[in-house]
C-alpha cells in the first residue's frame, strides 16, 4: 500500500466533564479541528483477518476514500502495524491489501461488509519533550444492521519525536483528569454487536505467533493479550462483579506475571519489581471471591437444600454469601480503583516503550529468534517444574502451592509457544495435557487448603472435617499419578542449543 508506518496510539475512556476539562486544560493555539469521519469494515465470512490478528477498514473523509489495515500487536517497536492507501470507493482494493502481511489470511476468500463506525472528531496537536501528540476526542456510534451502541474516547497518537513522550503526556492525563486506560478498539465494540457475548469473563486471545519473530516481539505481543484480558475483565466488573469475570481477570494477572517472568532475562527494567508486586496486589484482591465461589460451587460447599432451619449448614452457607457479597463489592472497587488504571498504564508504558526496548547488549536476547528463545525458556520452566515436584508425597501445602505456581508458569509458556513448533504439534498436545492434568490436581489440593481456611471460625457442619481429609487422600493419590505422567511426557521443542541467562 501507499503508506506504511508503527502506529503509536493510546486510548482513555472518557466523559463529557472530563472532555470538556481536556480541552480547557490542553489546548493553547488555535481550536480543535473538527472532522466527521465514516468507516467501513470488513473481513471474510469466516472471520480469517480477525483470527489472524488484522482489521480491513475503508473510511470516507471530505469525499475522499482510505482503505487501512492494521495488525492488532505491536512488533519491534511500540504500536500497531498500519498500511494505508487511497481508493476510489467505498469498496476494498484487493490488490492494495495483497500487499500487506495479511495477504496469506486473506487469500481469495470473499470480503463482505461488517458494520460502520461513524465519529465526530475534535483533534488538537500537543508538544512533549520534543515530541509532536494528536490528541483527539472522539464521540462516535457503531452500528450493525438495526444494532446501534454510542461511546466517547479519547486517543493519543505519536505524529513525531519519541514514543516515551507520548506515554510521559499519558501518564499526566490519566493523574489529572482521573482517566482509564483503554484497550477496546473501535473494531471490538463493531464485533460486540455483530456476535454479542453473553455477559462473562473474558478470555485470553493467544497472538498470532510465528517462528519468524524476536524474543521481544513476541513478548510484546503476548504481554499485551494478557493486558486486554484483564482489562476486558475490569470493565465488566465495574458494570457487574460476577464469578467469571473474577476468575478470568486473576488468570490474565496470572498469565502477566508469568509472561514476565518467562521474558525477565529480555525485559530487563528497573521498574519490573515493583510492577510485578502491584499485579500481585491486584490478583489479592480477587482472591477471596473467587476461593468463596469454587468452595461454594465444589463438593464440599454447603448445598442450597441443606439451609433450611438454623443447622450448621444452613447457618455457614448465609455466613459465607454474605463473605461473598462483600468480595464481589471488593472486586468492583478494584476494577474501579485509580491503582489499577495506574498500573494498566505503567504495564503498558513497559511493554511499548520500556528500557529494554533500547537496551543493547553484546548478546541482547531481544532480538534472538523465537524458536531458539521458546526452546531454552521453556526446557528452563520444565526443569523448575521437575525440581519443585521430587519427593512429592512429602511436600507441604505450601510447598506444593509452589509447585503449581511453577507448573502455570510453564503451560501459560507452553500453550502461546507451541505454534513456534508447528512440526511438533502432536508432541505438543501430549505435553499440554500432561500439565493441565498436573495443574488440575495441584489446583483441587490448593482449593482443600483455602476451604480448610474458609470454614476456620465458622460453625462446621458435623462430618465436614473428615470430608475435607478424606477427600484430600483421593486427590495426594490422583496427584501422585499426574506428577508420575508429567515426568514421563516429552517435551514438544527441540533440545536448546543455547541457555536463557537468569533474569
Not at 62 to 88: C, D, F, H, L, M
Not at 255 to 265: A, C, N, V
Not at 398 to 405: Q, Y
Not at 472 to 480: F, G, M, V
Request: glycine share 8%.
Amino acid at each position: 500500500m501507499s503508506k506504511t508506518h508503527r502506529e503509536i496510539e493510546l486510548k482513555f475512556l472518557i466523559n463529557q466533564v472530563q472532555g470538556r476539562a481536556v480541552v480547557a486544560g490542553l489546548v493553547e493555539g488555535p481550536a480543535p479541528i473538527v472532522r466527521k469521519l465514516r468507516s467501513i469494515y470488513y473481513d471474510t465470512p469466516e472471520r480469517a483477518l480477525r483470527r489472524a490478528g488484522y482489521t480491513l477498514r475503508v473510511r470516507q473523509e471530505k469525499g475522499r476514500w482510505t482503505q487501512t489495515v492494521k495488525s492488532s500487536w505491536s512488533g519491534e517497536n511500540a504500536g500497531r502495524g498500519e498500511w494505508e492507501g487511497g481508493i476510489s470507493g467505498p469498496t476494498p482494493d484487493r490488490r492494495l491489501a495483497g500487499r500487506t502481511p495479511a495477504r496469506a489470511a486473506l487469500g481469495r476468500r470473499d470480503l463482505e461488509r461488517l458494520f460502520e463506525v461513524t465519529i465526530d472528531r475534535q483533534s488538537f496537536p500537543v508538544e512533549r519533550s520534543g515530541a509532536v501528540v494528536e490528541v483527539s476526542l472522539d464521540r462516535g456510534e457503531v452500528r450493525h444492521g438495526d444494532r446501534a451502541a454510542s461511546f466517547l474516547e479519547m486517543e493519543l497518537e505519536l505524529q513525531s519525536g519519541s514514543g516515551a513522550a507520548l506515554f510521559q503526556l499519558a501518564a499526566s492525563l490519566r493523574e489529572s483528569f482521573a482517566l482509564r486506560p483503554s484497550f477496546v478498539t473501535k473494531a471490538d465494540r463493531g464485533f460486540a454487536l455483530i456476535e454479542p457475548a453473553a455477559r462473562g469473563g473474558r478470555h485470553f486471545e493467544p497472538p498470532g505467533l510465528t517462528d519468524e519473530m524476536t524474543a521481544g516481539s513476541t513478548f510484546t505481543a503476548i504481554a499485551l493479550a494478557a493486558l486486554r484480558q484483564i482489562a476486558g475483565n475490569a470493565d465488566e466488573l465495574r458494570a457487574h462483579p460476577e464469578e467469571e469475570a473474577i476468575h478470568q481477570m486473576r488468570v490474565g494477572l496470572r498469565r502477566l506475571r508469568s509472561t514476565i517472568d518467562i521474558f525477565g532475562p529480555v525485559v530487563s527494567d528497573p521498574c519490573v519489581p515493583g510492577l510485578v508486586a502491584e499485579l500481585r496486589w491486584a490478583s489479592g484482591e480477587l482472591d477471596a471471591g473467587r476461593n468463596l465461589d469454587v468452595f461454594l460451587a465444589g463438593p464440599l460447599g454447603p448445598r442450597p437444600r441443606s439451609t433450611s432451619g438454623a443447622s450448621k449448614s444452613a447457618i455457614l452457607r448465609r455466613r459465607l454469601l454474605q463473605d461473598r457479597r462483600h468480595a464481589y463489592e471488593a472486586a468492583r472497587a478494584l476494577a474501579a480503583s485509580d491503582r489499577l488504571s495506574a498500573l494498566l498504564l505503567d504495564v503498558l508504558t513497559l511493554i511499548e516503550v520500556g528500557r529494554w526496548k533500547i537496551a543493547q547488549t553484546p548478546e541482547t536476547l531481544r532480538d534472538r529468534s523465537i524458536a531458539s528463545f521458546a526452546a531454552a525458556a521453556l526446557d528452563q520452566a520444565r526443569r523448575h517444574v521437575r525440581r519443585r515436584a521430587r519427593g512429592f508425597d512429602h511436600l507441604s501445602p505450601a510447598k506444593r502451592h509452589k509447585l503449581r505456581i511453577a507448573a502455570k508458569t510453564l503451560r501459560y509458556a507452553a500453550d502461546v509457544f507451541d505454534c513456534v513448533f508447528p512440526k511438533r504439534a502432536d508432541k505438543a498436545v501430549s505435553f499440554l495435557k500432561a500439565t493441565k492434568a498436573l495443574l488440575d490436581r495441584l489446583g483441587e489440593l490448593n482449593d482443600l487448603a483455602v476451604a480448610r481456611a474458609i470454614v476456620a471460625g465458622h460453625p462446621s457442619p458435623n462430618g465436614l472435617a473428615a470430608r475435607i481429609v478424606k477427600h484430600e487422600q483421593r486427590q495426594l493419590s490422583a496427584a501422585h499419578r499426574a506428577v508420575k505422567d508429567f515426568a514421563d511426557v516429552k517435551r514438544f521443542w527441540p533440545k536448546p542449543k543455547l541457555g536463557v541467562p537468569q533474569a
